[in-house]
């Protein structure tokens, strides 16, 4: 469930609170714990001139450049995640063993072009 | 939906949703090892995701597996036998290419703290390897896999076949036997410590897919 902005939120490529609770997808009766966890998203734009603080790849500025030339042949860079964490999820198998198993690339921490 | 939702529960590594029909209690080790990971602050960066370090073992998988196996009948030729249970542990969820870093086979009793038996009286447990299909019979001649006397008996006793079971197999069947051994005496009331016996369950850590191709981005 992601908030609805209370601000204008910022037009650039960063990470968006996005909180995943297990019983909105129907996994609550196998997941034993967490509930849900903060998953976050990345959403905004890679504009030209690609501010430095927006972690992009050098290939990312050349393309905002091509982009602004040419808007309709080339795309902007997308906003993706760059790093990202585990968690760890406690749950019933299919054999109904309870579990513990660590996930990687589970949360978005940062973003980037 | 139900199609991304396959796809990404193959992921999660399973193979369709688990619905449990009787979901056996939380074991409380696994309980603990799941707090003490959520108050770690994020995001963890020092933390070797490929390490149980609760247990200090390689691995990313901790599953506690529920005994599905029957006590039998006693006769045991020499000594007092007090138990003798067949142990049934279904491994077949194991994936293919799982590593198995601990096993770790744990009775559960009742309660704590005997009445320490008289000296030179001992409870003495094997555990034999059988045939999942087969007799709970161990082999003629065949040694245990695990030999060994206590005198007092605690709420848990924990057994690490870590080496034993290095090649689990898809089930695994143990023959468990609990006798009392020393002078006749009171050898009932020695076994009447192991009449609390209440279950068992198998602790097993493995070093799954993620781990051992490395990061590989999905």
Known sequence: SAPSPSVTPSPL??????YISFSDVGWENWIIAPQGYLANYCGGECPFPLAAELNSTNHAVLQTMVHSLDPRGTPQPCCVPVRLSPISI???????????????????DECGC | ?????????????????????????????????????????????????CRV?????????????ADQGRFLPEGQPQGQLCLRRLLFFNLSVLEEGERLTMARLELQFQH???PAPSPGQVLELRLYRVSPRGLPQPRPGRRPLLERSFVRLHKSLPLDLSAALKTPGRNLALLLEISASGRTGSLRSLCASSDSFVATSLLVVTLGRQCRAGRSRR
């Open chain 1, 13 to 18: 490529c960063k990470p968006r609170r996005l």
């Open chain 1, 90 to 108: 406690l749950y019933y198998d299919n054999s109904d063993n309870v579990v513990l198993r660590h996930y990687e690339d589970m949360v978005v």
């Open chain 2, 112 to 114: 704590n703290s005997y």
């Open chain 2, 1 to 49: 939906l139900s199609r991304q939702e396959s796809s990404l529960l193959q992921s999660l590594g399973l193979s369709a949703k688990p619905s449990p029909k009787n979901p056996a209690p939380v074991p409380p080790v696994l309980r603990r090892m799941f707090q003490r990971r959520e108050a770690l602050p994020r995001p963890h960066k020092d933390r070797d995701p």
């Open chain 2, 53 to 65: 370090e609760e247990l200090s073992v390689p691995g990313d998988i901790v599953r506690v597996f």
